[in-house]
């Protein structure tokens, strides 16, 4: 994996792709950034658009339902995916084929070929693709790895999540709504907080007999990870009381001892006899006093990096695609009721 660097001295120009609710969150991540300027914004909706860059006053901001119009237009050095899923594949695909770089939100795709198809165009153009799983950067998750980091071999991790959300409309049209949509979360966090990548899976995913979703909203999973690490993941978004964190419950299993993580405060630690375990704690944050959205403004730092060092941010396309596996695979034991395995 090779990708260009921009050695220009001068800000970054960035477009934002989707003006609904993360891409209004992105949109002032690039004015924030000392190294990044925002020099269009497109939305189907091109009213859409104009009315969010209108918010943060910029009345000239060129906007447009047009990608290929703002990218030939105003040639930027790198696009912020903020599409529906459904929309990821053509418009990144579009961008790289331009030679514009490209930061996604989650998920990179909807299918593992369109994500491979996705990491080819890159690859082609050789040009950073990469997807921000902002809740890496997240001071409880980053605290929990580096807990876990002194378990040594890792056995076990669990992960439960259980939240009595009734979301967007969209997902009342998902089948399966919490794998489709939610458990990338969770199963990125997983690889995160290992360092192990996912070998297999075995899925099942179920309506419980009070969800008020018409799809399958309850899931148990078991994950086979490099190293012999079998990971568990059980959800629901139809939990009757008792939830967690939006990041679940944690806890990981390794020869030294056990760490466990509420999905938000600081993790906790217990040796195993004869050794000793130190919990970590969060890192205050690196922003203090700015109202902003958990992990967009870490994520753009990486990526602004990775486009001007050559340094791979966390959510590199390569990587990535390994989570979105996990997704599919999972969704295919669903289908089939046998073990698959993660083939990315
Ligand atoms: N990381 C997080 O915590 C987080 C939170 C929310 C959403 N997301 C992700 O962000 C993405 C967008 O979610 P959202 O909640 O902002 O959705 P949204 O529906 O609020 O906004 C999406 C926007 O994209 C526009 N759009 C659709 N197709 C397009 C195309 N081909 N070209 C240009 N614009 C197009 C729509 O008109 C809409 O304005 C999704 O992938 C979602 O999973 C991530």
Redesign the pocket.
């Known amino acids: 994996m090779t990708f260009a660097t921009i050695d220009a001295d001068r800000p970054l120009r960035g477009v934002v792709?989707?003006?609904?609710?993360?891409?209004g969150h992105w949109a002032p991540e690039l004015l924030a950034h000392p190294g990044t300027e925002l020099v269009g914004w497109?939305?189907?909706?091109e009213e859409?658009a104009r009315a969010a860059a209108r918010e943060l006053g910029l009345d000239d901001l060129p906007v447009s339902s047009s990608?290929t119009a703002v990218l030939d237009g105003e040639e930027p050095d790198f696009l912020v995916n903020?599409?529906?899923?459904q929309?990821?594949h053509?418009?990144t695909v579009t961008a790289l084929r331009r030679g514009v770089s490209v930061l996604s939100?989650?998920?990179m795709a909807v299918t593992l070929e369109q994500a491979r198809s996705m990491v080819r165009a890159a690859d082609d153009a050789r040009r950073l693709f990469a997807v921000n799983q902002?809740r890496r950067f997240m001071p409880g998750l980053v605290a929990f790895r580096r807990t876990v980091a002194e378990l040594g071999p890792l056995g076990l991790m669990t992960s439960e999540f259980f939240m009595p959300y009734r979301g967007p409309a969209f997902l009342d049209t998902l089948e399966h709504p919490l794998v489709q949509d939610m458990a990338i979360h969770l199963f990125d966090a997983a690889r995160a907080v290992s360092g192990a990548d996912p070998v297999s899976v075995y899925c099942e995913s179920f309506q419980a007999p009070w969800t008020w979703y018409p799809g399958a909203c309850s899931a148990a999973a078991i994950f086979e990870m490099t190293g012999g690490l079998r990971y568990t993941f059980t959800g629901s978004w139809s939990a009757p009381g008792r939830p967690t964190s939006w990041t679940g419950n944690w806890r990981a299993a390794g020869a030294r001892g056990t760490a466990c993580w509420d999905g938000d405060g600081d993790p906790t630690a217990d040796a195993a006899k004869g050794h000793v375990v130190r919990p970590h704690k969060q890192e205050p944050d690196p922003y203090p006093g700015r109202n902003r959205y958990t992990g967009l403004a870490e994520g753009l730092e990486e990526f602004v990096t990775g486009l001007r060092t050559g340094r791979p941010p966390q959510g590199e396309c390569h990587d990535n695609i390994r989570s979105v596996a996990m997704v599919t695979a999972a969704l295919e034991s669903v289908r089939t009721g046998a073990r698959v395995p993660i083939v990315v």
């Open positions: 792709a989707g003006a609904g609710f993360i891409g497109v939305d189907v909706a859409r990608l903020c599409t529906v899923p929309a990821h053509e418009v939100e989650k998920p902002n």
